[in-house]
């Protein structure tokens, strides 16, 4: 499925949670995972967990 | 007197330091008033019952008539809750116990099988909906499609459910665990229900699409429609007034951390109010004793020591304990391949003997879930090197299915040559297209050509692993096992 982090659109496996897509976003900007993650919203500037469910489409912005 | 005082100073802090709603509606002799408190995705988060189960009393010595509601996913999440003899029934209990009225239907009500969902919408004291999801014809659930409830004051509120599906048409879940129900579209399907309000004064949705999705759904109905959409499954933190094309969304993140206060106020000329405030619950404080001593119980429960296998050969290596975890993982996914990263495995040595639930969590504390592809022999060959060089935090990766020869330099820093051979020994057929799985930690951070990106069981590994050792009951000796040879070693 595809989902967008802070404007860039990923595909990511299906059923991915927030966690997932914020890793795949590192990853393919070739930066390491930070750990812990930091927090991210919503396209509606809602703060979602990081075990959230993503469907195709979902909208992240990292807050860093 | 002393609970009297401390529920009152707690609705006090509830309904005082928590709120963010700025439109809150003053409420006149002729209205009439709802209100209800809803949760979403307690993804068996047991253990902050108590204090929630504090907050309702507290809320109910206000708001008598108070309905409490879920926006579904009440399961997983918990092994206490997931490996109970009958898996989530605690959930469940303490869902009554604490008197929950409503819940939709998320996709993880399904994950203990179908039987066990069946039996949990038996013993619930509260409805289940769901409106796009049609029932085994030969199993007996008690879900329904919608409910109009009758307030003390005369309020008639409809409720209608939907759940988020995949491209396959399916909620995200074990496939497995689907048999004999299919599923419509639920932005189809919500328009099929907006009769209701016809013979009911508020109309709500209590879904489990996430949030970006009701919102999408709210845009695709007539203005006036819908007065409500509480709902669930991207745990999405509401905190501000959400409305959209005139109706109010909520959600409360997840596990309990949070509920949503929501009034609803209908005037008599029928025009509608409302208001939300996004309350606290995980904080430390005061708990209801009842609940405390329930969760206790399930807390003491000896299921995570039970024995559900022996080893008969210790595991003297990590790398030992890596190619056990893969054949779990291929067995799992029923699979030709699996890989499992060597961070995804917590330790190094595993004494002979009994495995309980609780040594798997041990080796696999992570809960990442089992994720499948379908991949040719040069992605595969893709991904391996992939995780070698990309993140670096794996280098070698544990294979069931198929053997990896590493050439690399001297180092360890650079990857040379990656040959791969059946576990026959024989030349592996690199233009073939096999099934493949790996954990979701792993195909996140894997960043690598590919046609297929991917499905997710639904299923943890550590749970995959539990279940296969349930019907194994004797771990093979793995003392003797090597599929990587680095360096020709």
Same mark, same amino acid.
């Given at each position: ?64 | ?24 509606t003053q409420k006149t002799v002729t209205d009439r008033e709802i ?50 003899? =009958?898996? %989530?029934?605690?959930?469940? =209990? ?45 199993? *007996? ?12 004051n005369g309020l ?45 004064d508020l ?12 919102? @999408? ?10 007065d409500?959409?509480?709902? %669930?499954?991207?745990?999405? @933190? ?6 959209? *094309? ?17 009034n609803l106020i209908v005037k008599p000329d029928g025009q509608v109010s409302r208001s ?37 050969? =210790? ?6 304990? %890596? ?20 961070? %995804? ?12 639930? @609780? ?16 991949? &040719?022999?040069? =992605? ?26 590493? &050439? ?58 539990? *279940? ?18 680095? *360096?020709?070693?």
């Amino acid at each position: 499925m595809k989902v967008t982090v802070n404007r860039i659109e990923l595909m990511i496996f299906q059923g991915a949670t927030v966690a997932d897509a914020m890793r795949a976003y590192y990853t393919q900007k070739k930066e390491k995972v930070p750990s812990p993650l930091p927090e991210a919203e919503d396209a509606y500037g809602n703060s979602v967990a990081h075990d959230g469910a993503l469907t195709d489409g979902s909208h992240l912005i990292i807050k860093e | 007197m002393k609970n009297r005082v401390l529920l009152a100073l707690f609705v006090l802090f509830a309904l005082t330091s928590c709120g963010t709603s700025k439109n809150v509606t003053q409420k006149t002799v002729t209205d009439r008033e709802i209100v209800i408190l809803a949760v979403n995705d307690i993804h068996a988060n047991i253990d902050n019952f108590p204090r929630f189960a504090f907050m309702v009393d507290s809320l109910r010595a206000i708001y008598p008539d108070m309905l409490l509601v879920s926006g579904g996913d009440n399961q997983t999440g918990n092994p206490i809750n997931d490996q109970y003899q =009958e898996k %989530g029934r605690p959930t469940i =209990e303490l869902m009554n116990a604490v008197g929950f009225d409503l819940s939709a239907v998320g996709n993880h009500e399904f994950d203990h099988g179908a039987e066990n969902f069946e039996k949990h919408t038996q013993i619930a004291k509260f409805d289940f909906l769901c409106a796009n999801m049609n029932l085994p014809k030969d199993m *007996n659930f008690k879900v329904k499609p919608y409910k109009i409830v009758t307030m003390k004051n005369g309020l008639k509120v409809g409720f209608v459910s939907l759940l988020d599906l995949n491209p396959n048409n399916q909620p995200a879940c074990h496939p497995d665990h689907l048999t004999g129900f299919s599923f419509t579209d639920p932005y189809k399907t919500a328009p099929k229900y907006l009769y209701l309000k016809d013979s009911a004064d508020l109309l709500i949705f209590l879904n489990h699409l996430g949030f970006e999705n009701d919102v @999408k759904l709210a845009n695709s109905l007539p203005e006036g429609t819908v007065d409500l959409i509480i709902g %669930g499954h991207s745990h999405t @933190k509401v905190d501000k007034d959400q409305i959209h *094309n005139g109706i109010m969304i909520t959600q409360a993140d997840s596990k309990l951390k949070y509920a949503t206060l929501i009034n609803l106020i209908v005037k008599p000329d029928g025009q509608v109010s409302r208001s939300m405030k996004l309350l606290t619950v995980d904080r430390k404080g005061n708990e209801q004793a009842a609940t405390r001593s329930m969760v206790d119980k399930y807390n003491d429960n000896p299921v995570m020591k039970e024995v559900i296998a022996n080893a008969p050969f =210790e595991f003297r290596s990590k790398d030992e304990l %890596g190619y056990w975890m893969a054949d779990a993982l291929k067995a799992t996914a029923k699979t030709q391949i699996a890989f499992i990263n060597k961070g %995804g495995v917590r330790i190094n040595h595993l004494a002979a003997g009994d495995i309980s639930r @609780k040594t798997i969590f041990t080796i696999d504390p992570f809960g990442n879930q089992v994720v499948t592809l379908n991949l &040719t022999g040069h =992605e595969i060959k893709a991904f391996i090197t992939n995780m070698f060089g990309g993140q670096g935090y794996y280098k070698i990766m544990y294979p069931s299915g198929l053997h990896l020869k590493y &050439t690399v330099s001297e180092d360890d820093s650079k990857l040379i040559n990656l040959e791969f051979l059946n576990e026959d020994g024989t030349p592996f057929d690199m233009d073939k297209t096999y099934s493949v799985a790996t954990n979701s930690y792993v195909i996140a951070t894997a960043d690598f050509q590919r046609k297929d990106p991917g499905k997710t069981l639904s299923i943890t590994t550590a749970e995959g692993c539990i *279940n296969w050792l349930m019907e194994e009951k004797t771990v093979k000796n793995y003392q003797n096992v090597k599929r990587v040879f680095v *360096n020709n070693k």
